[in-house]
């Protein structure tokens, strides 16, 4: 009985409708004009999108731990932070989603203006809006998808986010490599000033006392005085010898009495005197180099500067061995961005789906256009006593004196009735025909 019911309203419900076929293609087909028009007059939407590879991980290793850890239900996500190998991509996503990122590019490409904004806050949801960043579960493939009227700036916007990212992972990499660099690099700088200073005192030093190398001085100059010493005991042997011979008028024994002279002063600036012992004393100008006195105590000063010289040398050059290899350590663990595609600039457009809109257009006036006319055959077949559609004419009734006495408040020269304007337009005619 209930099947035989529902079928006998559906044919009488297809019978209305064939019946009113005229109204609900009228409707519908206006319905379509509509939506046509509102496809065309709806502003174009540009997409553009890149894709970012998964970056690598710290080292093979704990690579594969991860990927262990991840094809395991047990151990999951929580194991792969015990590990310490927890994907960056998703640290990738959130410096992409990061209020730094988005300054940068409201900057980069004036968006407050291009968007209407007054304040950078809308300007961030705006952007956010038109930005879709995800990361495939699988391939850990990060893409980047940028929705923007002009084809051209949604493409730049695209590798902007690129560019910003590679930015930032640079300035905020935190590793070991990093704060060792940044620590090597500090020493350095107050290491190569320990080493200007000790090389400036050593020169200084070397040049006041004429110390060019105190070792290889000392034996050249014990050399150069034993010498002097054995040509000074042949001269006086060879005088003596002479004096038995000549008189000391003699021409011979007065050239052999002035070598010895020459000699002996040789010898005796060799060896310096008492005077040049005594402290804060510098060779003059007239010496070439310090006598044998003065070069231990030289010795001692020159010992001490040569070897502070030499130590800071030493740190240097391994402190700046270790330099290098933090810079190469520190690349290494800057996680890398690799694109996989970069963002194009889009030839079609991504919205309005102008085919879709006049579907849903035509499709919502024809069904509006056939509920009408359903509900008006049921309106009109309920019956006058029928408690709802007396409340629904009572509600009409008030509803619409409500809206003419709000009318006529509004507009006080329509205080008149029908009736009354009809009764004032039929005296005044008859006034104008007795006149």
């Known amino acids: 009985m209930r099947d035989s019911a529902s079928g006998e309203t559906l044919i009488t419900h297809l019978r209305l409708l064939w019946a009113a076929r005229v109204l609900v293609s009228k409707v519908a087909l206006l319905g379509l004009f509509v939506s046509v ?81 007054r304040y950078r806050q809308d300007a961030r949801k705006k952007l956010a809006e038109r930005t879709s960043i995800g990361e495939d579960r699988k391939s850990r493939v990060i893409s980047v998808t940028v929705t923007d009227r002009d084809p051209t700036r949604a493409a730049a916007l695209a590798r902007a986010y690129i560019d910003e990212l590679n930015r930032l992972s640079a300035e905020l990499n935190t590793s070991a490599a990093h704060r060792e660099r940044v620590f090597i690099e500090d020493r350095l700088k107050s290491v190569k000033q320990d080493l200007d200073q000790a090389s400036k005192e050593f020169s200084e030093f070397s040049s006041k006392n004429t110390a060019i190398d105190i070792k290889e001085q000392g034996r050249a100059m014990v050399d150069a005085a034993a010498t002097l010493q054995g040509q000074l005991i042949a001269a006086q042997a060879e005088l003596q010898g002479l004096e038995q011979i000549y008189s000391s008028g003699n021409v011979r024994v007065r050239s052999v009495k002035a070598r010895i002279e020459e000699l002996k002063r040789q010898l005796d600036k060799l060896g310096g005197s008492d005077a040049s012992l005594q402290p804060n004393t510098a060779s003059t100008s007239s010496e070439l180099y310090p006598s ?46 690799k694109v996989l595609d970069e963002a194009e600039v889009p030839e079609k457009r991504s919205f309005p789906p102008r085919l879709l809109i006049s579907l849903l257009g035509f499709l919502l006036a024809g069904s509006f256009a056939c509920g009408w006319v359903i509900f008006k055959e049921r309106w009109r077949n309920l019956d006058e006593v029928n408690p709802w559609k007396q409340f629904a004419l009572e509600f009409a009734t008030n509803v619409r004196n409500d809206g003419r006495s709000l009318w006529r408040r509004v507009h006080p020269a329509s205080r008149l009735t029908a009736d009354e304007i009809d009764w004032h337009g039929s005296s005044n005619g008859r006034n104008g025909n007795n006149s």
């Open 37 to 117: 028009l509102m496809a065309f007059i709806l502003p174009k939407r540009y997409q553009s999108t890149t894709e970012i590879m998964p970056p690598d991980m710290q080292s093979s290793g704990m690579g594969m731990l991860a990927s262990m850890a991840r094809s395991t239900s047990v151990l999951g996500t929580s194991a792969l932070d015990l590990l310490g190998t927890t994907d960056s991509g998703s640290t990738f996503i959130s410096i992409l989603q990061s209020r730094t990122v988005q300054d940068g590019l409201i900057d980069r490409f004036d968006l407050m203006r291009v968007y209407g904004y």
């Open 292 to 337: 044998i006195r003065k070069l231990p105590l030289l010795g001692v000063q020159y010992a001490d500067l040569y070897q502070k010289t030499k130590i800071q040398e030493t740190v240097y050059e391994l402190l700046t061995q270790q330099y290098e290899m933090a810079k190469v350590q520190e690349a290494r663990d800057i996680p890398s961005v």
